[in-house]
């Protein structure tokens, strides 16, 4: 067993007051405040990081950016199909057709603006969907 395995192993028994010992002596921050079980994987990945190496700066920089994209909304970044200007989304809701127009910014259905599809199929169930779920842009997984 590497030296390595071995510090990681011997987390597994240590308090969240060792823990975070642990954490003074490999990282100048203070350590998150976050239960012992999830400050067990920090210490382990950060003692990784020292004898391994951390994330490419590029990659890095990327993961940052993805990030602070995300902070605008309240959904994450995910992978969904391109919605160019002018394509037409369809879906048939108890017996009722709704056709949505995928606009520069926004949609248009029922001769109103949208600023999601989420807020279309909420009116058009009358409960919470997912816009693109409920118009088949994603799977449920």
């Known amino acids: 067993m590497t030296k390595l395995n071995s510090d990681i192993a011997a987390l597994e ?10 954490w003074s002596e490999i990282d100048d921050r203070p350590m998150p405040r976050v239960p012992a079980s999830t400050m067990k ?12 190496g951390g994330l490419p700066k590029l990659v890095r920089r990327e993961l940052i950016r993805l990030a602070a994209e995300g902070k605008g909304g309240s959904e994450t970044p995910t992978l969904r199909p ?5 394509a037409r989304l369809v879906r048939e809701w108890n017996g009722q057709t709704v056709v949505v127009e995928v606009l520069g910014e926004g949609f248009r259905c029922q001769g109103k603006a949208w600023n999601s599809l989420s807020e279309i199929a909420r009116h058009v169930t009358g409960t919470h969907w997912s816009g693109p779920r ?5 799977s449920r997984g």
């Not at 028994?13 to 642990?22: F, P």
């Not at 994987?41 to 391994?52: G, N, Y």
Request: no cysteine; glycine share 6%.
């Open 41 to 52: 994987l920090l210490v382990a990945h950060r003692l990784q990081e020292r004898r391994l």
């Open 13 to 22: 028994d240590k308090s969240a007051a060792q823990l975070r010992k642990r």
């Open 82 to 86: 391109k919605l160019s200007p002018g």
């Open 134 to 138: 409920f118009f088949g842009l994603t």
